[in-house]
């Protein structure tokens, strides 16, 4: 790929002329000729694989049984989760994953139920991409990687490490373990995809650029998810840590 985009970057508009060098410089996307056939890979191998895939399982598979498993996944995903709320130094959010975890792990069956969300804990987005944002780190240019999707050199480094740091990565060792990995992995992937189905369709036959749209939405998720957690200056004190009395008014 490195090779590759070498000869695949696009042409840089001269300084002559300046509103297709703002263009250039806000799409920021110099690989662009490169990325576009990555897309067209993808795009194939999701049009033929993997979406007539999740077209199957959403027939099979009842809404309700689907959202019980991305409840699951998603609590499995917890723990990396509340690493990346230390790591921003988000330490009330670390405390709500926490609680998370423990309560869906227990009362909610193994995650089957979202019970913490009606506790008043709901669930938000970490991972080491907005980890590394928040530590000032650029996004770099914008990535279509093959089978990944869209992505940026931030994120993509930050997808590495998440996988490693999973602690699931590094229990136990076998065939059973590995199974259950890749169970993990390949139902994620397919329930995604379903619950997907009708918004990526809708991009396709409404965008008149569908690379260049998946491009934008991609980068407005991040950017809204990284400005999410930046903004989240919620007191360290939980509500239901006893707080001092507070001191009556004297009238004057």
Sequence with gaps: MALTALTACATKPPASNPDALAAY???????EPLNRKLYAVNDTLDTYGLKPIAQGYAYVVPRVVRTHLGDVLSNLDTPVI???????AKSRRAGDSLVRFVV???????????????????????DFGITLALWGLGEGPFLYLPVLGPSDPRDAAGF???????????IGS???????GDTRTVVG??????DLLKPIDEVKRMALDPYATFRSLYRQHREAAVQAARDDHR???????PQPAAIP???P
């Design 25 to 31: 410089n806000q799409t920021n996307d110099p690989l």
């Design 82 to 88: 509340f690493l990346n709320d230390l790591l921003e």
């Design 104 to 126: 869906n792990s227990t009362v909610g069956v193994a995650g089957i139920f979202d019970v913490a969300t009606g506790l008043g804990y709901p669930s938000h987005e970490a």
């Design 160 to 170: 590495g490490v998440g996988i490693i740091s999973d602690p699931f990565f590094w």
């Design 174 to 180: 076998g065939a059973i373990v590995s199974a259950l």
């Design 189 to 194: 992937i397919v329930n995604l995809r379903a």
């Design 235 to 241: 007191a360290t004190v939980p509500d239901w840590f």
């Design 249 to 251: 008014a004297v009238a």
